[in-house]
């Protein structure tokens, strides 16, 4: 056989592989959990709005009476928004009115793709809309992991956003992909490569350039409204924070853990956690 055919199996596979991680990935989510603002004695209505492709996303909305301030809540990647539901009674008893959704592709919403933050952002801007309609003018993002990918891609292109909260939000979808497969045994070698061939053939799959779509590469556009970054030493996914940081403009504000791993502050130091995000809302919100 020729050389040409023993090069083959291994391009092939690779590629294989890469596009079998893809379509992983970007499957839809379904609902993995159950809750809703009632457990908690938050009085809330079911609500839908629509993005700027035509999906239905449905979500919460607890309003805070003679408020016009809102924090929005923005889930993990497979999450949904019965995951955060708990985080909404702080912020509402701090005289903010909640929004709560689940992201295109999961949860009760519409879609069949996750896009890593490229359409995510859309869905961000839909809900502020939202809210804007509702008669809300001050508005904060809260994002985790995914939500908080999400957070700082919308924000520069959401004037109405105030500020961000960035939960274990990572620099480069290829450094989280890369803290994943590290995770799971494969040596960094063969992490990174296949990290990179990954988001190239989601790119493809997606037709946009989701290189293009790294939260390092906007989150300085969000200036001059503040970011709080949230980050634990430990967190596999964020190996490249340090980048992060000194991409966001001014003002930016960190609270960095050593112990925590992955979106842990609010388990490891809960009434810490509470603290920080509440007086960081009430400042600039």
């Not at 009085?43 to 709005?49: D, G, H, K, P, R």
């Not at 961000?124 to 993002?141: C, D």
Request: glycine share 10%; with cysteine.
């Amino acid at each position: 056989m020729s050389a040409f055919f023993w090069l083959l199996i291994p391009v092939s596979l690779v590629l294989g592989t890469g596009l079998g991680l893809s379509c992983y990935l970007t499957r839809r989510h379904s609902l993995s959990a159950l809750h809703t603002p009632a457990e908690y004695g938050l009085e809330f209505e079911e609500v839908s709005f629509e993005t700027a492709d035509g999906l239905v996303l449905r979500g919460w909305w607890i309003p805070a009476t003679g408020s016009d301030r809102a924090v929005i809540i923005l889930h993990g990647h497979g999450g949904s928004m019965d995951w955060d539901v708990h985080r909404a009674l702080p912020l509402h008893q701090a005289g903010f009115g909640v929004l709560l959704f689940d992201f295109r592709a999961h949860g009760r919403s519409q879609g069949r793709l996750a896009t890593f933050g490229y359409l995510e952002r859309r869905d961000v801007q839909s809900a502020v809309a939202f809210l804007k309609s509702r008669g809300v003018r001050r508005i904060g993002l809260l994002g985790f992991s995914y939500g908080g990918m999400a957070a700082m891609l919308a924000a520069p292109d959401c004037p109405d956003i105030q500020a961000v909260v960035t939960d274990g939000g990572p620099a480069r979808l290829r450094t989280a992909l890369v803290g994943r497969g590290i995770e799971l045994g494969l040596p960094r070698w063969l992490a990174v490569p296949l990290a990179w061939i990954v988001v190239a053939i989601t790119s493809v799959r997606l037709g946009v350039n989701l290189f293009n779509y790294e939260p390092v590469r906007h989150v300085g556009k969000i200036a001059p409204r503040p970011v709080l970054f949230i980050h634990g030493d430990l967190d596999p996914y964020c190996a490249d924070f340090d980048a992060l940081f000194a991409a966001a403009g001014v003002p930016k504000e960190l609270w960095r853990l050593p112990d925590a791993g992955h979106t842990r502050a609010s388990e490891l130091y809960p009434e810490e956690f509470l603290r920080r995000v509440l007086d960081f809302f009430e400042r600039y919100v």
